[in-house]
Each structure stands twice: as C-alpha cells, then as structure tokens.
C-alpha cells in the first residue's frame, strides 16, 4: 500500500459514540462562528449563523444554548446580543481550521485534486483525523503555512492569525496589489479565478470602477485588462506588495 493510500485510513467516530461537544453539527457552529466574528471576534447573530449553516433560527437558538450549558462552555449566548467563543470554543474552532486547511492542501498537492473540489472533501473529512494522522499529514507537506487558496494554516494548538487584507472590490484605483487569498466555498467561481489568473501571488492593478456592475483589471505582466464582476471580485482579498509572506505553489 502507497504512503498516500495508508495516510486515508481515517479512524472515524461512529455518530452513536459522539458527545455533543464533540459532533460534527458542533464542530460546524463553533467554525462558523469563529469565521464570522473575524478577527475582532465580533458577535454573531443567530441569523447570520442560520443562513451561513443554512439551518432554520430557532434551530440555532436551541443549538446555542446547549453549547453554552457545555462543560467547559463553548459560547456565551445572551438573547439579542449574538453569541462568541469561549476560550474552549475557539481552541476546537481553530482546530478544526486547521485539519480543514491541512486536509486541502494534502488533496491538492499530493492526491492531485484541483483546488476547486478540495474544500467540499475537507468539509467532510476535518471532524475526524486523529492527532496522529494531522501530524504525519504536516510533515509531509513539510511543515506548510498556507492552503491552496492562500488562507494561513494555523499552528498547532495555537490560534490562527489574520492578514490585513482588502476586499478586492474596495482596493484603490491605480494601486498595485497582490492577490493573498480566495474564497474556497464556490467551486464555479474558483473555476472562473483560476481561468482568468486571478490566483495567489498575482499582481494586478485596478484601472477602474464601475461601481454598480464591474472591475476593469489589468494583471502584471499582462498587456490587456480584464473585466471581472463585482460577485466574482467578492471572492477576492488582497494586500500590499511585497506585505503577503508565504503563498502557495500551484
């Protein structure tokens, strides 16, 4: 058996045996939450939660209250003031974060998925690896900063970091940039950015704004601007040149 083939030999949980704190509807609130807060860790509205989860409001209030009613607590959940992390909560979240951005990056590089069928997999795949399994996974990768889309990996039991990144639709006219990172949640649209070379690491220019529609883009070393719509630049974050640090390799 090939090294790969041994690697995808996941010891899963069987539901029946799970604690709330530690099933996959769980694991899917407390990522969420984490996502939408960003980095100030903001409140999250229980309607944010439900659209983003795609679960009816009252679900996620019922939800909410359990993971608060956890011992060590998950979230703190006061009525029309959103819901946050707790200490425990956010150290399972960016677990999570982690194996998820791991997991992309090994069927990317080493089981050749293309990087637009990778988050679907790792959604599946992130609640189960085994400590073990994450760690030899890590070094085999050698050790790796960044996922296929750009996003940081997050350290082992540490908290993740985040870029001061720019939605591409806001960026300054005429100003260089330099793609950090795409979204990975729609794979049609990762189609389109690879297509047109709007990828990590590219360089571009915004020549100019048609606020209600489109961008006109002009990439470095390209002689011809590109139109990208203003849904598809919305999938887009970028920084300073020369401020990204690492970006992948693809």
Do not use: C
């Not at 997991?103 to 080493?110: R, S, Y």
């Not at 970091?161 to 940039?177: I, N």
């Amino acid at each position: 058996m090939s090294e790969e083939r041994a690697f995808l030999k996941i010891q899963v949980v069987s539901p029946k045996s799970q604690s709330l704190a530690t099933s996959e509807s769980v694991d899917d609130y407390l990522k969420a939450i984490l996502e939408l807060g960003g980095a100030e860790e903001s409140r999250v509205t229980t309607n944010a939660l439900a659209e983003r989860l795609r679960v009816r409001t009252p679900s996620v209030t019922g939800m909410l209250k359990r993971l608060a009613a956890e011992r060590p607590a998950l979230v703190v959940h006061e009525k029309h003031r959103g819901v946050r992390l707790t200490g425990a909560g956010k150290q399972r979240a960016w677990e999570l974060v982690r194996h998820h951005r791991l997991l992309e990056l090994f069927l990317h590089d080493v089981l050749k998925y293309s990087w637009d069928e990778v988050h679907e997999e790792a959604e599946r795949l992130e609640h189960f690896i085994s400590e073990r399994f994450e760690d030899k996974v890590a070094a085999m990768l050698g050790d790796p900063e960044i996922d296929p889309h750009g996003h940081l990996i997050p350290p082992k039991h540490e908290a993740g970091v985040y870029r001061q990144e720019v939605p591409l639709a806001l960026w300054p006219v005429r100003t260089p940039a330099t793609i950090s990172s795409v979204s990975d949640r729609d794979p049609a649209a990762l189609r389109e950015l690879e297509r047109l070379g709007l990828i990590p690491g590219t360089v571009l220019t915004v020549e100019h704004r048609k606020p209600a529609s489109s961008l006109s883009v002009k990439l470095q070393g390209k002689d011809d601007p590109i139109r990208v719509s203003l849904e598809l630049a919305g999938y887009i974050s970028v920084i300073a040149p020369g401020n990204v640090g690492a970006l992948p390799q693809r």
